[in-house]
């Protein structure tokens, strides 16, 4: 069976520190994979999704990247964090176009 | 561009009743949904889906309808249980995915 790792699962940084979380997916090949941050209390924004090794769309421009340096792994960096980027950061993947997203555990991030 | 939102912010039910989210979608290309439930601190988890080719389908105590004509999608739970209080989402999508803001169920004992 398929299942999706992220870690850590809750961290807390100062302002203008990196980041880097990282999502992992056993179980399958080529997957399509997600970055979503949803803010307390609120809905799910979606950050990045990949559809290939390298293959990296972004949807929101910010201080965020994504990179996938193999075909089931997917980090989320920045280089120097704001307040802003305060949230529940969570990766998703699915099999390809128009099949079930399945999401990660979720990692909290508080930038202080 | 596109949008998923939902009519309701938080939905307030009693025990034993059925409850009914209901969510408006503004692409009229998309041809597949889904709902997800989250609970506090957790990720969402899949709930039902459904492919634009089908008004209706069910699942166990869950029934997702969907009506393309007015871009309207609903998830109707029957006999709430106090374990079905969570927030619950729509999304639309092919290759990325985009969510509403979601509905709060509380179920009231």
């Known amino acids: 069976s398929q299942t999706i790792h992220q870690w850590p699962a809750t961290l807390v940084q100062p302002v203008g520190s990196p980041l880097s979380l990282e999502c992992t997916v056993e179980?399958?090949?080529?997957?399509?994979l997600y970055w979503y941050r949803q803010a307390a209390g609120r809905g799910l924004q979606l950050l990045f999704y990949s559809v290939g090794i390298g293959q990296i769309s972004s949807e929101v421009p910010q201080n965020l990247s994504a990179s996938r340096p193999q075909d089931r792994q997917f980090i989320l960096s920045s280089k120097k964090l704001l307040l802003s980027d305060s949230g529940f950061y969570l990766c998703a993947w699915t099999p390809g176009s128009g099949n079930t997203i399945y999401f990660g555990e979720g990692s909290w991030l508080t930038v202080v | 561009g596109e949008s998923v939102g939902l009519h309701l912010p938080t939905l307030s039910v009693q025990e034993g009743d059925n409850s009914i989210i209901n969510c408006a979608y503004s692409n009229s290309a998309s041809d597949y949904f889904i709902w997800y439930k989250q609970e506090s601190g957790k990720g969402p988890q899949f709930i039902i889906d459904?492919?634009?080719?089908?008004d209706k389908r069910q699942g166990q105590r869950v029934t997702v309808l969907l009506n393309k004509t007015v871009k309207h999608l609903s998830l109707q739970i029957a006999a709430t249980q106090p374990g079905d209080s969570a927030v619950y989402f729509c999304a639309e999508g092919t290759y990325k995915y985009i969510f509403g803001t979601g509905t709060r169920l509380k179920v009231l004992a």
């Open positions: 179980g399958t090949s080529n997957p399509n």
């Open positions: 459904i492919r634009s080719n089908m």
